[in-house]
């Protein structure tokens, strides 16, 4: 399944860089959509009818790929983790998961994992929703430990998309700070960042493995 997700991520990389898209950054998306609320009617104004309800088969593919993280939170008593990442697309306020898309390895004691993992490309239930990556410290004998998340809308994402015209592939990266969760994880230490890559391509021709 790895492989498979690999080798078709590789292609719609490949597309990309037929296309002659650039990159945009995910981190100064979320903070002008997020922290200074800048954006967002621009942002329904672009997706227009393409993403009516009801008509998420149109929508483009999500390629994503957890590629790695910098100093992350010490959570074990070697002054390390065993980071991990689980990301799902939750409500637009990261509250309520509503699909599981992935799980990476966990890495042994490094505050500076590289996972380094494309996704089998996914298609969002609904374009108000977020993707939420969320940072886990695992432990053998208790609950694994709570090591922050960052939020990332799918509007944007697809407002970008379509700004491209024809369906181009969207190409955005960026490192995204972590973010605590004071509502469920109120006395867990976070730190550090993760880097995230997210292609959007609509599945079709060279897409295909």
């Known amino acids: ?11 719609a990389k490949e597309a990309a ?12 998306l979320v903070d002008e ?10 942002v329904t104004s672009a997706l227009g009818r393409a993403t009516v309800s009801g008509q998420a088969g149109a929508l483009p593919a999500l390629f994503i790929t957890v590629a790695g993280g910098r100093e992350l939170a010490a959570k074990d008593t070697n002054g390390l983790s065993d980071p991990y990442v689980v990301v799902r697309e939750a409500t637009a306020d990261g ?7 992935h799980k990476t390895k966990a890495l042994r004691e490094t505050l500076d994992p590289e996972w380094n993992e494309p996704m089998p490309p996914v298609r969002a239930k609904d374009p108000a929703h977020t993707l939420k990556f969320t940072v886990w410290d695992r432990d053998r004998f208790s609950d694994d430990d709570f090591m922050g998340h960052v939020l990332i809308p799918i509007a944007p994402l ?6 491209g015209g024809a369906g181009a592939p969207t190409y955005f990266e960026g490192w995204l700070d972590l973010r605590p969760d004071p509502a469920k994880h109120a006395h867990e230490e976070v730190s550090g960042a993760i880097h995230i890559h997210v292609l959007l391509a609509m599945l079709g021709g060279k897409l295909h493995t």
């Open 1 to 11: 399944a790895a492989a498979a997700a690999a080798a078709v991520t590789a292609k």
């Open 17 to 28: 860089a037929e296309a002659e898209v650039g990159t945009i950054s995910l981190a100064e």
């Open 33 to 42: 959509y997020y922290m200074r609320g800048e954006g967002q009617e621009e």
């Open 95 to 101: 509250a309520k998961t509503v699909q599981r898309l």
């Open 158 to 163: 697809l407002a970008a998309f379509y700004a």
